[in-house]
C-alpha cells in the first residue's frame, strides 16, 4: 500500500470495518511489517490511523468515469 491508494477496511473486529476511505500518511510500526496508515474517510470526514493489517486495497473498474470513492 502506497499512499494515495484507496482501501477499506476489513478487520472483522475494527469498529469502521467497510468503511472506504484514502491513504494519505504513513505512521511507524504498529507490529514489525504491519505499519500504520493515516487513513482518510469522507463519510466520517476525519483521518484515522488504522493499521495495515485491517486494510485492503480497492480494486478500481478501469472503465469506471468517476473517482471511486465518492461514487
Given amino acids: 500500500m502506497e499512499l494515495g491508494d484507496f482501501v477499506v477496511v476489513t478487520h472483522p473486529g475494527h469498529p469502521m470495518k467497510g468503511s472506504r476511505g484514502k491513504i494519505v500518511g504513513r505512521r511507524g510500526e504498529y507490529r514489525p511489517d504491519d505499519p500504520w496508515f493515516l487513513v482518510y474517510l469522507p ?15 480497492e480494486k478500481a473498474d478501469p472503465s469506471a468515469q468517476r473517482d471511486i470513492l465518492y461514487q
Fill in 43 to 57: 463519510g466520517r470526514m476525519r483521518s484515522y490511523l488504522i493499521p495495515g493489517s485491517a486494510l485492503a486495497v
